[in-house]
Nanobody, 129 residues
């Protein structure tokens, strides 16, 4: 099972930016889809963005509204989430996750937390108004 370690969280004011990083112990067939989820207190975990490692396709939740960008550095086995124009409602624990999906499956199932077999420990993002 691939090991995932997130970093880059912190506290910023509304309108600020943060870049989250997720370092994977390896890229394997069991980690060809990498995603970021978030969970705020009292709320369910929700998908933020995903990237298909093989083809590079990216997917975003509607609430991202063009503010976030997910990217990968294959040489470093690292996935990033650049978050700009942060809002107080973006405050949450952010988790990196890995899954085995086809390119077709990524398109339809990336938001389903149940398909992910590896999770990081999370990194806290706090946005103040």
């Amino acid at each position: 099972q691939v090991q995932l370690v997130e970093s880059g969280g912190g506290s910023v004011q509304a309108g600020g930016s943060l870049r989250l990083s997720c370092a994977a112990s390896e890229y394997t067939r069991s980690s060809n889809c990498m995603a970021w989820f978030r969970q705020a207190p009292g709320k369910e975990r929700e998908g933020v963005a995903a990237i298909y490692i093989g083809g590079g396709s990216t997917h975003y939740a509607d609430f991202v509204e063009g503010r976030f960008t997910i990217s990968q550095d294959n040489a470093k086995k690292t996935v990033y989430l650049q978050m700009n124009s942060l809002k107080p409602e973006d405050t949450a624990m952010y988790y990196c996750a890995a899954a085995t999906l086809t390119s077709f499956g990524v398109y339809y199932r990336w938001k389903d937390a149940g398909v992910y077999n590896s999770w990081g420990q999370g990194t806290q993002v706090t946005v103040s108004s």
